[in-house]
């Protein structure tokens, strides 16, 4: 299996309205931590993310969280 490009080594933390968002796995998209379709051709899929709610989300930014799309600290050892 492929690695995901590293997007950037630390978490995108953003305030979040409730809804449903697609993460970038792949690291390829330009609108960074979401899915642009950059992953097209590759083994990649984006992940669907559901918030019940509002709330500030640390979305992964190196691609390699063992926590879906949020943070898991997992940039610390890239």
């Not at 630390?10 to 979401?34: E, H, I, L, R």
């Not at 992940?47 to 799309?69: D, F, I, Q, R």
Request: proline share 8%; aromatic share 10%.
């Amino acid at each position: 299996m492929s690695q995901p490009t590293v997007a950037q080594k630390s978490p995108y933390v953003k305030a979040m309205p409730a809804g449903t968002y697609w993460w970038c796995a792949c690291g390829q998209s330009k609108g960074q931590p979401f899915c642009d379709g950059s992953h097209k051709g590759t083994e990649f899929t984006p992940v669907k993310y559901v918030l019940t709610e509002a709330k500030t989300v640390a979305w992964c930014g190196c691609k390699h969280s063992t926590n879906g799309p949020c943070c898991d600290g997992s940039h610390a050892k890239l």
